[in-house]
């Protein structure tokens, strides 16, 4: 069992990789800027960043991993640590204020990062230089050590891990009809307050955005229905008989094509019969002089022995009308629209 959800052995490998880089990196360059200068004799990389590095590169979704919390969560913790340690004379009584002005402090700014509170401790604890050095200690070492590690976690999570670093969950499903509705896959199911209602109900703190934990449900949801109708294939409700454009067909052809068969998707193929894109009234409309090729949109695609439940998706985000049914060889052997879909779900619904 796995500590936490969704890692894979790949993402502890980079992890390591990613913390060797961060830490040798960060420390080789606080020496080379601060060494030459550091009369006090300050620790040019302090051991919180090892627990920073954690974060940073192990998980890079968390919350508490993000930039803002890295190096500002940080810096204030240092700096409560300093003001702990001036103006209280016991040092374990101060060690205890430090820490716990640090999470108040990190909380109210929305920066909370755990490595704050040794941050903090060792402001208290870390011996006489670092006293001497006063509140400038939150800034060199501390600022520089966080912002040259989160740099390098941007950089090697953008061209090494394959994980976005500052975390940019995507977007749920836009409402691509410019109105104020909400998207056809966010009006049933949860809504946005039943989130907020079951985490007020735990009575617990998680490590993860309320927008990824909404994005995680409705996966969720998905996989729940693709199992509930994992008997049904695209090949068991497509239609068979695919009214199909060429490349070469007039824009004027294609729209009689759409009307006299009543259906609100093409398929485009080439020469060689590949299909190449999709063209409705929608985007004939765009530009009555213009080629099929310049006005078709990509084609939505999947094979015959998919899941129906498959197409829930592209079928319900205001993206894409039907899903063309192609073969190993990318030709098109049926379509399934938005209708089909609906027909074939309802009709396998269990009897209540």
């Known amino acids: 069992m796995f500590i936490l959800a969704g890692t894979t052995l790949r993402d502890r490998l980079f992890a390591s990789l990613g913390a060797l880089a961060g830490i040798a ?7 080379l800027l601060l060494g030459h200068a550091n009369s006090l004799a300050l620790p040019l990389l302090i051991a919180p960043m090892g627990a920073a590095a954690v974060l940073i590169f192990a998980v890079p979704a968390s919350p508490l991993a993000q930039p803002w919390p890295a190096i500002g969560g940080n810096i204030i913790s240092a700096l409560a640590g300093i003001a702990a340690a001036r103006f209280i004379p016991d040092p374990a009584l101060a060690a205890g204020i430090a820490v716990a002005a640090a ?5 109210l700014t929305r920066s909370l990062h755990p490595p704050g509170g040794a941050v903090a401790l060792l402001c208290v604890l870390g011996g006489p230089s670092i006293s001497a050095s006063g509140f400038f200690f939150a800034f060199i070492p501390v600022g520089l050590n966080c912002i040259l590690l989160v740099s390098i976690g941007i950089i090697y999570h953008r061209f090494a891990s394959g994980h976005s670093y500052p975390h940019q969950p995507p977007p ?3 409402n691509t009809h410019r109105t104020a509705d909400l998207p056809a ?6 809504r946005p307050e039943d989130i907020d209602a079951a985490l007020a109900e735990t009575g617990e703190a998680f490590d993860i955005s309320r927008d990824d934990l909404d994005r995680l449900l409705r996966r969720v949801e998905a996989r729940a229905a693709a199992h509930a109708h994992k008997h049904l294939t695209c090949a068991d409700i497509m239609s068979r008989d695919v009214i199909q454009a060429l490349e070469t067909t007039t824009p004027a052809a294609a729209r009689a094509l759409l009307l006299n068969h009543d259906v609100r998707t093409l398929p485009v193929t080439d020469a060689t019969g590949l299909v190449t894109g999709a063209i409705g009234l929608r985007e004939l409309a765009r530009d009555p002089t213009g080629t099929l090729t310049s006005l078709m949109t990509p084609a939505v695609t999947a094979n015959p022995g998919q899941p129906a439940s498959d197409l829930i998706a592209p079928l319900t985000n205001g993206s894409a009308r039907a899903v063309i049914i192609t073969d ?9 629209t938005q209708t089909d879909l609906l027909a074939a779900l309802a009709r396998s619904q269990p009897a209540a």
């Open 172 to 174: 749920l499903t836009a």
């Open 103 to 107: 999470i108040v402090l990190m909380s």
């Open 25 to 31: 990196i960060t420390g080789t360059l606080s020496a």
């Open 185 to 190: 896959p966010l009006r049933a199911g949860f």
């Open 328 to 336: 190993p060889t990318g030709r098109a052997r049926g379509i399934v």
